[in-house]
């Protein structure tokens, strides 16, 4: 009694280790896309730390001790900055003279700044290099803990221009940024 119950186990098993070594095709695809996954996170990564170093040569503040809000709306949409932690002064200080000063660069068509940062190619900056004046308004307003752009447009290129630059910087800011949705 004791073989037969052997002989099936021993088989068993026997079918069992065939079956592991010539995995199943898709698990193999599989391991394909989460190693291309994975490339591209390691990409990704070094370009969000590019474009960190290169953050610190435009910004006289700290990328990870912001955080920078996106919020696309109809008319463009809302460009917030706030330092992480609120009751640091001297951040807080800082990011609301380099939202002026970029508010002003850009009504005058200078979006060096960003092509700085993130390089020439960024979607929707040549867009929005390519506004005529009075096509794009700036307003700027402190919110508590740093400041925020609000940009409106009625020209729908612009529009498109300003959410495709909103989602690059998303992209690009990794852990330091975050889209928020606008309530309808």
Known sequence: MRKSVA???????????????????????????????????????????????RGK?????????????????????????????????GVVKLI?????????????????????????????LLELTKAEPGQLEIAYQDVEGGAQLVYKTKEPTLVAALHKWFDAQLSDHGQDAIEEHQAH
Request: glycine letters at 6%; a negative charge; hydrophobic letters at 40%.
């Open 7 to 53: 002989v099936p186990l021993t088989l068993s098993a026997l079918i069992g280790v065939a079956h592991a070594q010539s995995p199943d095709p898709s698990m193999m695809e599989s391991s394909r896309m989460d190693h291309a996954a994975h490339m591209e996170a390691a990409a990704d990564a070094q370009h969000q730390a590019e474009v960190s170093r």
């Open 96 to 124: 609301r003279q380099h939202l002026q000063e970029i508010r002003q660069q850009f009504l005058k068509g200078d979006f060096s700044a960003p092509s700085h940062i993130h390089g020439q190619d960024m979607p929707g």
């Open 57 to 89: 040569e435009v910004m006289p503040f700290s990328l990870p001790a912001t955080t920078h809000i996106f919020t696309k709306n109809a008319e463009g949409g809302v460009q917030r900055v706030v330092a992480k932690d609120a009751s640091d002064d």
